[in-house]
């Protein structure tokens, strides 16, 4: 496929939402790095999937309110669990997390079996459909991000643990019908590896920044061969990655 005016007027809105994600994900991202609980994405995105999951075998309509708070209200609890978790047992909380992941992924699949749709639905949530996302959609995500962004920013050294789960189930839920599992995961954690060298005051701004040059890369070659939005921009989110860590590591070195 060219980049066409065609081309352009789909593209754009799927950037606009990888932004909107990358917004809370990056300063978020780098708050799960430091805490050591880099699978939490990933299992909060899985456990929200499922919520969803469970809405569209409910029979309620894929764009309706209630899919939108089963995703949460699954993604809160998973996150609340884990809150308890690290209270509890904080030695093991990476393989709780784990365990968590793989229990919704499964729990997924068995939901799904009889389904004839099933696996169409279960790729679409883990792969995304940002491609397809239309501006009416973004609406509600940006009214969101601008909510989670005040809170992050104004409230962070008073949220505490359960303040931080619950923001975080917020963010992800918000994303993760939009972008899929793998870009949630990717958005969170990629930015915040590649930027941890960068100085501190550098670091968001450089994860921003390298976020959405993923973003645009990834959906501009989609475009250009016609493959997978999302395949494409996890991988280029990774290869921008490696350079950016690599650029900086090269420089400390120099100096």
Known sequence: MNLDQASLSIILPALCAGLLVLA?????????LARGIVFIDLAVAQVAALG?????????????????????????AGAWLLVYTERR???????????LFVLAASAAILVLANNPHGGEQLR???????????YAQLLPLGALTLIILALWFGLRARLGRFGFYTLFACAV???????GVYLVFTSLIIPALAV?????????????ILGAAGYAA???????FDLPSGALIVWSLAVLGVIAYG????????Q
């Open 247 to 254: 650029a900086r590591a090269f420089k400390n070195l120099v």
């Open 196 to 208: 941890r060298r960068y100085p501190e005051k550098n670091r968001l701004l450089a994860g921003y």
């Open 173 to 179: 839920t918000a994303s993760v019908q939009l972008a």
């Open 24 to 32: 809370t994900h990056v300063p978020l991202g780098m708050q799960v």
């Open 218 to 224: 990834g959906l501009l070659a989609s475009a250009q």
């Open 89 to 99: 047992w904080p030695e093991v909380q990476e393989a709780l997390i784990g365990v």
């Open 124 to 134: 679409d949530l883990l792969a995304g459909q940002i491609l397809w996302v239309n």
């Open 52 to 76: 969803v999951i469970l809405a569209y075998s409910a029979g309620w309509n894929p764009q309706g309110w209630q899919v939108q708070l089963a995703a949460f209200g699954a993604a809160l």
